[in-house]
C-alpha cells in the first residue's frame, strides 16, 4: 500500500449484491473502509459489519415509488438495516435526498420510525435535488432540517458533482 492511500470507498450500483465479496477482499486486505450502500438487503450488510469502518445508507421516500407497498417493503429493510447496524455498533450515517415535492409529514413520519431504531447521535444528511433553480421556497429545505434536528444530527449537503457538472 502506498503512503498515500487512507481509504477504501465502495460503491457501486448496489455493493451489498456483492457482500460475500467485499468481506473476503476486507479480510484479506484490511483496509479502512466505508460502504456506501442503499441498504435494503440487511442481511448482507451483517455479514459486512466486522470488516468495514463506516456505512453510507440511504432512506429513500415514498414520493421515489410507483406504489406505496414497494417502498414500504423496501423502506422497512432500510429500518432493519439501521436495527443491524446499531445492535452491531458499525458507524453509520443516514442520507436522504429531498425535493420540492417532499411532503413534510412523510419526513416527521419517518423520522419517528428511526427514532425507534438508531440512537440520538445518528447523522442525517438532507440532500436536496439538483439543480438548486428548481427550489423556488428554498425555505422549505430548512423546515425539512428543523424536522430532521428534533430527533438528530442533521446536515444539509448538495449534490456538489451536480454542481461541478460530473456525471
Given at each position: 500500500?502506498s ?11 448496489e455493493p ?11 479480510k484479506?486486505?484490511p483496509y479502512?473502509?466505508m ?8 442481511d ?10 463506516i ?5 429513500k421516500?415514498?414520493?421515489y ?31 436522504i ?5 417532499t411532503?413534510k409529514q412523510?419526513?416527521a413520519?419517518?423520522?419517528?420510525d ?10 442525517i444528511?438532507?440532500q ?6 428548481l427550489?423556488?421556497?428554498?425555505t422549505?429545505l ?8 428534533k ?6 449537503i ?10
Amino acid at each position: 500500500m502506498s503512503s498515500d492511500f487512507d481509504s477504501l470507498e465502495i460503491t457501486g450500483g448496489e455493493p451489498l449484491l456483492h457482500a460475500d465479496y467485499i468481506y473476503e477482499f476486507l479480510k484479506k486486505y484490511p483496509y479502512k473502509s466505508m460502504l456506501e450502500t442503499n441498504a435494503t438487503l440487511p442481511d448482507e450488510l451483517e455479514k459486512l459489519t466486522d470488516v468495514i469502518d463506516i456505512v453510507s445508507m440511504d432512506i429513500k421516500l415514498p414520493e421515489y415509488f410507483n406504489s406505496h407497498e414497494n417502498w414500504r417493503e423496501l423502506y422497512l429493510k432500510e429500518l432493519e438495516s439501521i436495527k443491524i447496524l446499531e445492535d452491531t455498533n458499525t458507524k453509520y450515517y443516514i442520507k436522504i435526498v429531498v425535493s420540492p415535492t417532499t411532503k413534510k409529514q412523510d419526513i416527521a413520519d419517518i423520522m419517528e420510525d428511526i427514532s425507534k431504531v438508531a440512537s440520538a447521535n445518528t447523522e442525517i444528511i438532507i440532500q436536496p435535488v439538483s439543480p438548486m433553480s428548481l427550489w423556488e421556497d428554498k425555505t422549505k429545505l430548512f423546515k425539512i432540517s428543523e424536522i430532521v434536528g428534533k430527533s438528530f444530527n442533521v446536515s444539509i449537503i448538495p449534490q456538489i458533482h451536480k454542481y461541478m457538472n460530473i456525471e
